[in-house]
Structures are given as structure tokens and as C-alpha cells.
Nanobody, 115 residues
Framework: QVQLVESGGGLVQPGGSLRLSCVAS????????TIWYRQVPGKQREWVADISRFRITNYADSVKGRFTISRDNAKNTVYLQMNDLKAEDTAVYYCNAVAGPRNYWGEGTLVTVSS
């Protein structure tokens, strides 16, 4: 059974940092494109960043220069390092792994940026 489990969310002050983790079981993230999305209640899910099999990374303009996506194949984990967090980064963050027709989602982890 395939599972993606996100962790690392929480409450942080503006300007602070968090590192989200997406741990996979049942698949190897090294052969998937792994994508981080985020969603604020009542709004559409927003693409944040992705990392390919070959570790090519892409970022939304809103997070470029502040967030870094990376992958540890030995731990079968993709990370999202988030620095200089802003109130508008508050959302539930989801991990998504895609390879052709195979598409898996985690349950999400809540990030709240507030003073």
C-alpha cells in the first residue's frame, strides 16, 4: 500500500523557518516527480514547488528564493525548507508524487505563520 506522510508543520512567527517532510512508503520517490502544493480553506490548491527524478527543481514565484525543495533517496523523503515565512504562507501543505498514471497524495500538514 502506498502512503505519503507529511510532517513538520506548525505555528511560526513571520520571518521564521520550518522544514516540511514527505516520507513515502510503497513507492520510491527517486522515480517520481514530487510536488508540494498548499491550500487555504476556501481557495484553490496552489502549486508551490517540485523536484524531478533528476533533481531538477521548480518554484512558484511567490516562494522563489525563500523555499528549497530537496530529496533524500536513502530516506525516501522529500523536504521543503521554508525560510523567511510570511503570513500569506499560511496553508495546509500537501505532498504529491506523480509518475505517468500513478498519482499519490498525502493528508497534508498545517503551517500557520502568525505573531
Amino acid at each position: 500500500q502506498v502512503q505519503l506522510v507529511e510532517s513538520g508543520g506548525g505555528l511560526v512567527q513571520p520571518g521564521g523557518s520550518l522544514r516540511l517532510s514527505c516520507v513515502a512508503s510503497g513507492i520510491s520517490l527517486s522515480i517520481y516527480v514530487t510536488i508540494w502544493y498548499r491550500q487555504v480553506p476556501g481557495k484553490q490548491r496552489e502549486w508551490v514547488a517540485d523536484i524531478s527524478r533528476f533533481r531538477i527543481t521548480n518554484y512558484a514565484d511567490s516562494v522563489k528564493g525563500r523555499f528549497t525543495i530537496s530529496r533524500d533517496n536513502a530516506k525516501n523523503t522529500v523536504y521543503l525548507q521554508m525560510n523567511d515565512l510570511k503570513a500569506e504562507d499560511t496553508a495546509v501543505y500537501y505532498c504529491n508524487a506523480v509518475a505517468g498514471p500513478r498519482n499519490y497524495w498525502g493528508e497534508g500538514t498545517l503551517v500557520t505563520v502568525s505573531s
